[in-house]
């Protein structure tokens, strides 16, 4: 049955007798037969076929002892590192001072620019001192009409400024704001252009069209400028190529040779708003792009070819006074008088210079600038250390939940730096021994210190004559313009005692003023103002002796009319490269100022005496200042309108009346 329903089963059953039917051994799948009778494989040992090796001699065309080998140098890495940038939009500093001072340190930049500050002109001192790191300058320009806007670009202080256009001489275009300062670089002249373009509405009506022939007219009044860099917030949606407005403002930066280097997005609801463009033969790299949750912009960052001078080291000179023993300089200076007592001045302050050499010797010293922040504790870099693996976290994930946990260790960091300036401070005011310490502590708060600054326009040798000259000339031109009209004298009779010379004075009297005054010390001044109040016994007889002598003469020594000449600027936001925006401030030997106090103090008993004061006068004279002035004009002004009588006020204000 199975035969007949598979013929082929059959078929090859047989098929397959016969072949197992030949073989010598049958083959069968068990392992027992195979355990006692080996079957060894033969190894067949064989060597590899042996070939010839030829050599080939090249046909010798090229003397070798005819060419001369090219040693190759090596590479020189430039000291000097290059200028670092930092572009943000802000919106509004007015909050977030402490996190942009932050955010410049932590980002290591050399210039940053800074859009939509929303700074005042007058009155944000204290917000700009706030944002500043110790060793930066501002140059400001805040919107002129309304709140908003304003422009601003920091740079640190070893960067050479050629020229910085005050607010004042700001050109006002309608559709856009803009600062300016020209950077003097080891490879030439460098023009940094800051721009804010608010964008079209209501309290901004200027249209897209508008701000396009402007702008492309404030580039033609840089044509000549051959190195450009202009950056800010141009709030175009530049990577819109269908809009006509984008296009055209294309069209206008290609005209102008300007190379546009950002194509990612520069905001939160991915626009490219901010531009950085580039003109001559400066470039960019290292271009990043980075949310800091300061805004809804994002900063950019990038580095330059521009070498930068190194500002990390100072060179200064000192003595170390400290060092000095106090008895020890005593006995030497005691031994010293007693020897050759001093006849003048003149040989005092050489014999006292002398021996402050011999005892604290000038040394030059380098230097590093103080630390930016001293309240940054170790509890602050810790928090910054969490702060960097949030954000790099959330860089790595792109989760909205990661940038939450960002946004709060990052507000985390800002108020714990805010509560550790605050204790600082005032531990400081705590701290501090006399009112003038406090008033220099709320004055550094509140930015009213006076910045020390020089022209960069002239050699720094060449900056001493210049100025002197300038303050010379200032004062003969003014002298040469006054009315040279003679007038008759005005005589008044006068009844009382005449003054015609001063009374010698006693050791007590000089001690007395010497003591009363301030302590402070001159360049000029032989001796420090510790260490003089400590040798006063030793030396109060012959500076008595010194001052009677100039009393009894009528005269005063030559080494008392020298002075240490500071030109400080007038006021802070002015040009630092005009000569006119600086006064010049004297600072006195401190034995000029005790001889002055003398003199004072028998005038004003001379004046007193004989009623001599003039009634109204309120600079230069004892519990009068310009508030006992106000007041009495004040009054004067409510008693005349109350009697119906009409008031005018007639102010004068006297060019250089110190120095004329």
């Known amino acids: 049955m199975w035969s007949k329903l598979f013929p082929q089963h059959q078929l090859c059953r047989s098929s397959l007798s016969q072949y197992f039917s030949k073989q010598k051994h049958w083959i069968g799948r068990g392992t027992r037969g195979g355990v006692r009778k080996q079957r060894p494989i033969n190894v067949h040992i064989t060597a590899p076929p042996t070939f010839q090796q030829q050599t080939f001699k090249p046909k010798q065309t090229v003397n070798e002892f005819n060419l001369i080998k090219i040693y190759s140098l090596p590479v020189t890495q430039e000291t000097s590192s290059l200028l670092k940038c930092l572009y943000l939009n802000a919106q509004s500093c007015r909050n977030k001072t402490l996190e942009i001072h932050d955010l410049i340190l932590e980002s290591n930049a050399d210039v940053v620019f800074i859009t939509e500050t929303w700074l005042k002109a007058f009155g944000d001192e204290p917000l700009i001192k706030e944002i500043l790191p110790a060793g930066f300058d501002i140059l400001s320009i805040p919107r002129r009409s309304g709140p908003g806007g304003g422009t601003a670009i920091i740079y640190k202080s070893c960067v050479q400024v050629s020229s910085k256009t005050p607010a004042s001489k700001v050109s006002t275009f309608s559709s856009f704001e803009f600062c300016e300062i020209l950077f003097n670089t080891l ?21 897209k069209e508008t701000f396009n022939k402007e702008f492309s007219d404030f580039l033609d009044s840089k044509y000549e400028k051959k190195n450009i860099f ?6 175009l949606h530049f990577e819109n190529t269908n809009d006509c407005s984008v296009n055209n403002f294309r069209k206008t930066i290609d005209e102008h040779g300007l190379h546009q280097h950002i194509s990612k997005p520069t905001h939160k609801y991915h626009h490219t708003l901010d531009l950085v463009m580039t003109r001559g033969n400066y470039s960019l790299h290292d271009i990043e792009i980075k949310d800091v949750c300061i805004s809804d912009h994002f900063i950019i960052s990038f580095v330059t070819n521009v070498s930068k001078p190194k500002c990390d080291e100072q060179s200064v000179t000192s003595r170390n006074i400290s060092q000095i023993n106090t008895i020890d300089f005593k006995n030497k200076l005691s031994s010293i008088l007693s ?75 800002c108020n714990l730096i ?140 030559c080494c008392f009319k020298e002075a240490i000449v500071r030109p400080l600027l007038k006021k802070n936001d002015l040009d630092e490269n ?32 004989n009623r001599l004061k003039e009634i109204y006068q309120s600079a230069y004279k004892k519990k009068h200042s310009t508030e006992t002035a106000l007041l009495k004009v004040h009054s004067d002004l409510l008693e005349a309108t109350d009697s119906g009588q009409v008031s005018i ?5 006297l060019s250089a009346a110190f120095d004329t």
């Open 187 to 207: 490879s030439g002249s460098l023009l940094c252009i800051c721009v804010y373009r608010p964008p079209t509405s209501k309290k901004n009506p200027s249209s």
């Open 230 to 235: 202009v950056l800010g917030d141009f709030n």
């Open 339 to 413: 020897k050759d007592p001093p006849r003048n001045i003149d040989s005092l302050n050489s014999a006292l210079s002398k021996l402050l050499e011999d005892a604290a010797p000038m040394r030059r010293r380098t230097v590093k600038p103080r630390p930016p922040a001293p309240w940054l504790t170790p509890q602050v870099k810790a928090a910054k250390q969490e702060r960097r693996k949030a954000e790099r976290q959330w860089k790595k994930s792109g989760l909205t939940v990661h940038r939450d946990i960002y946004r709060l260790k990052h507000q985390f960091v």
């Open 418 to 557: 805010k509560d550790l300036k605050r204790k600082f401070v005032n531990e400081k005011i705590v701290e501090s021994q006399s009112s003038k310490e406090i008033f220099n502590i709320c004055n550094d708060l509140l930015g009213k210190n006076k910045l020390k600054s020089l022209p960069n326009n002239f050699p720094p040798d060449k900056i001493p004559d210049v100025l002197n000259d300038f303050f010379v000339e200032k004062v003969d031109k003014i002298r040469q313009e006054l009315d040279a009209k003679k007038s008759e004298p005005y005589y008044h009779e006068f009844k009382g005692d005449v003054l015609n010379c001063f009374e010698p004075v006693t050791e007590q009297v000089v001690r007395n003023i010497i003591l009363d005054s301030s302590k402070t010390s001159c360049d000029l001044d032989p001796l420090p103002s510790n260490l003089f109040i400590e040798c006063l016994d030793l030396l109060l007889p012959y500076i008595t002796n010194c001052i009677n002598d100039s009393l009894e003469s009528g005269s005063v020594p």
């Open 578 to 609: 005009l000569l006119k925006n600086y006064r010049p401030v004297s600072n006195l030997p401190f034995l000029s100022k005790v001889l002055e106090k003398v003199v004072l103090i028998q005038i004003e008993f001379h004046l007193n005496k």
């Open 649 to 653: 006020l007639a102010l004068l204000d």
